[in-house]
């Protein structure tokens, strides 16, 4: 179960704490996916797909990952030109969809100690499944993070390190230190990590069984939650559970668009750029390692990479709270930001189903700016006729 | 199903707009469950128990209201002194177990506009519930709400308006507006309310089954998912399906504790409170309008009502966060507080199945001032003797 296999050349390892395959590209899990079915719906987890996950015994916070709501959403069908569904991913134990890969990756962890190189999101992820699991922590972050996100990391008590330097050249340094160190350090795309994270599609097809939804559309950052995704839908088709694929659309920020500068330039590999801010940092990434993966997931089922600018990402995120109820991080906002773009491009049918994929809530968000608001105050005593003006 | 009963003197209404018995005392809902048996496990949702609920037929995020993990969390068996688990309601859509209220209640509006008394979770919760309904939401807040809670609430674009005068009149005061506006109010403990709170009593009851766990523990304010929990627990032993009740502890911040005041009295009525301050602000009501039905509630079920400080309950948020990777507010920190306090009167034996409820997020807590945190920097060079001087 613990076999290594590259997606890209086919080759196998069984030396698990390997990442690469000889030929450069990104290992992944080897699962032999014959005879699986939908399971019972007992489970309410993630680990209701355990036939399709490394064979381990999560407990604590690790068990409760994941068995996200998919919710209907109509207000959004007229915007995208579908029949628009979000999951939302928010509903995990830390509010984001890397409780997934934690769960997994912490589960796996052979020693006393786990570390990430992380500054949002797997952090206090990684963070909270090692409190959760009686395992030391250790988080890498740039020397500049804001304290804002320091102070809701430390919540779970992790040694945080802040690395001067070249923060992007922390992921391959990391691998080097958990071989010398005997740490499990678990990236975004650390096979244990897409393993789990792809449940979220193996939840989303489930929904939707016997059918199959039209198109899925995702934030892409380091590319491992969009890696994890597609290896549950091919694991799907392999065991015949499925019969044909939706088609996988990745979103970036225009700020940062590594992957989808490729795509647009009919490439198969993803070159780095160098990054601008945008207000979807969290996706923000400038050398994703498995972007070359997603450029083959996209094409492979026939869907895309695009980019989207932070006017559009803010539009999007606002649209989602007001018509839909669901608050999300500014990152997340990409997903309907990006179907919007598709839509007008005529990329659906009114009566496709599609699925965007809400990946973590917007009230871990505190560095950005919160709006000032002004309500009319009202004396107790006119609070009928207040009431009367805006209702009768 | 709308028929509506009172607790107290079983006196029967058909007005469904009615909130009170002539007897004084709390309406809910009337329910038979006769005939009924664990659902088999296919809605993940809290309408999973739709045959306790009202006949409405959910739509968007109230159809994904529910369902939330129940974790066990082993780290915290030696504080209680007993076998312990949390229900984690932060997992609900807007993060607090106010949505299950939230969706009975918006379901069930037959108006274009819902109102709520609230100016925190719930305000929150009703908020995006009416958002994705496309029904227009009124929330009447005091006039000195900060800015940063009124900044949350309006993402979801709701009509607010800052009441002067004296809030605690506001409950009665919106319910007549209701009538006299034709607007459905749905405040803490209205039928509807209650009816979905009911459902985490449920799921905790459905997780132990056919056993059935020793105790529950959740904070509580105005009473309404206190009464909810217990309605839940009365209609499955109705049922035959428990044959047992588990002891239900409610705890308060002692800085506002009305409730477990009566209850220290040994009284079976609430006499309101000057309440004070305390860091469990969404739990501190001074006039809680269920509170004598939640002195039933403890009473019949053999169980409690104390009050914890504001150093326990800070003390309890911390150790939920780095013991079980559970980051809440700080209200719902009281659980743990309150069950620690119980653990040291000797309330549990150490197999005794305790469950908490963690009713919410703590990622909505802005107005909290968050730790500043000081982490070592290490240049990118000198990173592998600071890992080794910490993990070798």
Redesign the interface.
Known sequence: MDRLRCYACGATTSESDRYRCSCGEPLWLDTDPTGFEWP???D??MWRYSALLPAVTP???A??AG?T???????LDGDVGATVSVK?E??????TFKDRGSAVGVAMAKTG?VATVSHGNMARSM??????A?L?C?V??P?DVP??R????????P????????YG??YE?SLR?GR????AVVNSDAPARVAGQKTTGLEILAAFAPSVPDAIVLPVSSGGHASGIWKGIEELFAAGVVTERPRLYFVQAAACAPIAAAWDRGETTVAPVDGGETVAYSIANADPPSGNRVLAAARRTSGGVLAVDDDAILDAR?TL???????VESACATALAGARALGRQRAFEPDDEVVLVATG????E?DLA????S???????D??D???A???
Chains 1, 2 share one sequence.
Request: hydrophobic fraction near 40%.
């Open positions: 019972a719906d007992t309410r987890s407990t604590g916070l068990a409760s068995g709501p998919l919710v209907r959403t109509d207000r939302y928010g509903s995990n134990p830390t509010g100690t963070a909270a499944h090692a409190a959760s009686g030391d250790l890498f972050v020397a304290q804002e320091l102070s809701l990391l430390a919540r779970y008590d040694t945080i390190l802040r690395i001067e330097g070249e050249r922390l340094a230190l010398a160190h005997d740490i606002r709270s007001e018509r839909t109820g669901l608050f809530t917007g009230f871990t505190r919160t709006p000032s608001v309500a009319p105050t009202v004396p107790l005593a609070l009928d207040a009431v009367a805006r209702t009768d």
